[in-house]
């Protein structure tokens, strides 16, 4: 087994070690802890972040220019995404606020991909001011390219604008992330009756489309399928080509979508597996320029949350751990477990791995809680763990990605704290910090408006003043 296959376990051991030693110490630890303030803790393995964009980066070397534009809604976090743009990565956004992150992360606008599928006038606007690539999601969102950009000869040169097409070539493993289904709301379906020649039509008619854009789902898309997907694309821009006479189709924008081995420690499958699936099933992908906008397989495997057993008890049988993350940090595994299971690592309060024989108790079935009110609000459940105790810690591994970077604010929970570690020269592990626990004085501002407005001008509140009173 190559050594990296333990570099991530070790890595996360040693920093998970280095907290609870924290988390016992007295008065106001330096580094990180797990405290009643901050109970649930991102951890991010900066290592491995910077591990997986050199793979991805060597894995497809081209002679041609690849652009990797890290998927911005796996990970919102401006010092991550700083570092990725230092690495020389682009950044895909598909919403305004993306798009400016992206942009004080420090990407210039030629490495930035904007893909909405419902950009509004205003949002195009601003893409093509900035001059940044967009992805076309339809026939008339090309029509309001059309307007916007008649009468300008000032298209910033970098913008390579591109067209978005569904090669409707099926589901995967996961329906709600399978983008290629023959009706998915992303992209023009190109088995569609006359929908292949219109594109083609529409790619003649505008010198300035010369992208062609693929994304067939996330996490569930077999190596084939998307290789069957990028294929349909690479053919698609070689006729536009060859019917142009010149080569207006200059980029294949392959998307993301390489799965995560979510059961174990092992990368799998690599970028250099997807590499050599496309140099067998497309190898005309490598004559274009390409861009790539990958978000959890570079992300995912960094990824811990960490968290304290705050109760234990059995009920029906059942062990249930109570603890301070739940759907606040795992939306997509609390609404769909089946989709999204987890792995779940028990380590003792000081920080050591737990297992039955060591800690001479018995592997029982167990739930791992959440703290929110509804019963889904679940980690884990029904999962065989050595019995656990309150004051025990919980890991989850390979959350880099769509996890605690994607709060959701449900019962008011504030957003968890984020750290980056790395091993330091010295063999130490130093800690970052990437993102503040929220403070309540944050929650509160974000439930509403802050200035108690009465909501109506009956008796009972004589000093309620309308927005606006019509009719
Ligand atoms: C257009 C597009 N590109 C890239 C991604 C990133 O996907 P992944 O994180 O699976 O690589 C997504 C995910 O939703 C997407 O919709």
């Known amino acids: 087994m190559p050594s990296h296959h333990h570099a991530i376990p070790n890595r996360r051991a040693r920093a998970i070690r280095a907290i609870a030693e924290n988390s016992g110490a007295r008065g106001r630890p330096a580094a990180p802890a797990l405290t009643d303030e901050t109970a649930v803790l991102g951890l991010m393995d900066l290592d491995c972040v910077d591990t997986a964009f050199e793979r991805l980066t060597s894995a497809f070397a081209s002679d041609r220019e690849v652009l990797h534009a890290v998927a911005c809604k796996a990970v919102p976090l401006p010092s991550l995404l700083r570092r990725f743009a230092a690495a020389g990565a682009g950044c895909e956004v598909a919403s305004p606020g993306e798009l400016e992150l992206a942009l004080s992360a420090g990407f210039a606008p030629d490495r930035i991909v904007f893909d909405s599928p419902a950009k509004t006038w205003a949002e195009l606007r601003r893409a093509v001011d900035l001059g940044v690539s967009i992805n076309v999601d339809n026939f ?235 019963s889904g609000d679940l980690l884990a459940r029904n999962r065989m763990l050595p019995r656990l105790e309150a004051g025990d810690l919980v890991a989850v591994p390979e959350t880099g990605a769509y996890y605690f970077s994607n709060p959701f604010s449900y019962n008011l929970l504030p957003r968890v704290p984020i750290f980056g570690y790395r091993t330091a020269p010295d063999g130490g592990t130093e800690f970052f910090l990437i993102r503040r626990v929220q403070t309540i004085a944050e929650v509160l501002a974000e439930a509403g408006e802050p200035e108690l407005r009465p909501l109506s001008s009956d008796d009972r509140d004589s000093a309620a003043e309308p927005i606006a009173r019509v009719g």
């Open 140 to 374: 008339d969102e090309l029509t309001r390219l059309d307007t916007i950009l008649s009468g300008r000869n000032d298209l910033a040169a970098s913008a390579r604008i591109g067209i978005r097409i569904n090669p409707q070539s099926g589901t995967g493993a996961i329906g709600a992330l399978s983008t290629a289904t023959e009706t998915s709301k992303f992209g023009i379906g190109l088995a569609d009756p006359g929908a292949r020649e219109a594109v083609i039509e529409a790619c003649l008619a505008r010198p300035w489309l010369g992208q062609i854009h693929v994304h067939s789902g996330s996490q569930g898309i077999s190596l084939d399928k998307a290789a069957v997907g990028i294929r349909a694309a690479v053919d698609l821009a070689e006729e536009i080509n060859s019917r142009a006479s010149t080569r207006r189709i200059t980029r294949i924008d392959i998307g993301g979508g390489l799965s995560v081995n979510f059961d174990g420690e092992n990368v799998t499958p690599t970028f250099a597996d997807y590499r050599a699936v496309l140099d067998k099933h497309v190898p005309g992908l490598f004559d274009f320029d390409i861009v790539t906008e990958f978000g959890r397989a570079l992300l995912a495997k960094a990824g811990t949350i960490l968290t304290r057993v705050e109760y234990a008890k059995t009920t029906g049988g059942r062990r249930i751990a109570m603890t301070q993350a739940g759907v606040q940090v795992a939306t997509r595994t609390a609404y769909a477990p089946n989709d999204w299971p987890l792995r779940i690592l028990p380590f003792t309060p000081a920080g050591n791995p737990k297992t039955a024989e060591a800690a001479d108790t018995e592997i029982v079935p167990t739930d791992v809680a959440g703290p929110a009110c509804f």
